[in-house]
């Protein structure tokens, strides 16, 4: 079974801070993508990043970076200077290669991001 | 990214009656959709599973005469929540992919479910 663990469930900084969102993830496949998503108050699902199992490779895009550790099973979010827009709730999810979780995303519990002037 | 169109955006409706949702892959091919239901504050959970042409794979815990599922062409899937009533109320939203496990899904925009 797979399972993701969001363990913030509600982070509150000041604008410009920098923010990181913790993700730990179990499964047993050796094949596997990671996502993360922003939900903001609208509702729908924004698409910010897919990763491979096997590209451990950091990526930053702007003024977001992620850290993959599968070492720690983590895929952690920071957001660098953050802005009031950047208030949403995030989640982390997996989909894995094997069994009954082929093809299925699990969703981590989210974390409520609240940027305040 | 390819767009998932989701209809409606919100809906109420009267407890007892039925309603259908649907989700459209705009440009793309869609061989399997996803259905997820999401209460306030709490994370997405998968209802089912639809591949084109067959019937649904339905989620633990989640009743199959209750939700209905219809994916009839590679670009429609429709979820018909039937006999609603007030804890039917939820967030649903669906998302579409294309031939492979691997293949990111595409979200549909959502649709507010309230029943009165």
């Known amino acids: 079974a797979q399972k993701v663990t969001q363990a913030q469930t509600e982070i509150s900084v000041v604008e410009k801070e920098d923010v990181t969102l913790d993700c730990v993830y179990e499964t047993r496949d050796t094949t596997y993508y990671l996502f993360w998503y922003k939900q903001p108050p609208s509702g729908e699902l924004v698409f910010l990043i897919r990763r491979n199992s096997f590209d451990e490779q950091n990526e930053i895009s702007g003024r977001y970076s992620w850290n993959f550790q599968k070492s720690t099973s983590s895929f952690n979010f920071t957001i660098t200077a953050s802005q009031v827009v950047d208030s949403a709730v995030y989640f982390c999810?997996?989909?894995?290669?094997?069994?009954?979780?082929?093809?299925?995303?699990?969703f981590g519990q989210g974390t409520i991001l609240t940027v305040h002037p | 990214g390819a767009v998932v169109s989701q209809h409606p955006s919100w809906v109420i409706c009267k407890s007892g009656t039925s309603v259908k949702i649907e989700c459209r892959s705009l440009d793309f091919q869609a061989t399997t959709m996803f259905w997820y239901r999401q209460f306030p504050k709490q994370s997405l959970m998968l209802m089912a599973t639809?591949?084109?042409?067959?019937?649904?794979?339905?989620e633990q815990g989640v009743e199959k005469d209750k939700f209905l599922i219809n994916h009839a062409s590679l670009t429609l899937s429709t979820l018909t929540v039937t006999s609603a009533h007030p804890e039917d109320s939820s967030f649903y939203i669906c998302s579409a992919s294309s031939t492979g496990w691997d293949t990111e899904a595409f979200f549909g925009q959502g649709t507010r479910l309230t029943v009165v």
């Open positions: 639809s591949n084109e042409g067959s019937k649904a794979t339905y």
């Open positions: 999810a997996l989909i894995g290669a094997g069994g009954t979780s082929y093809g299925k995303l699990t």
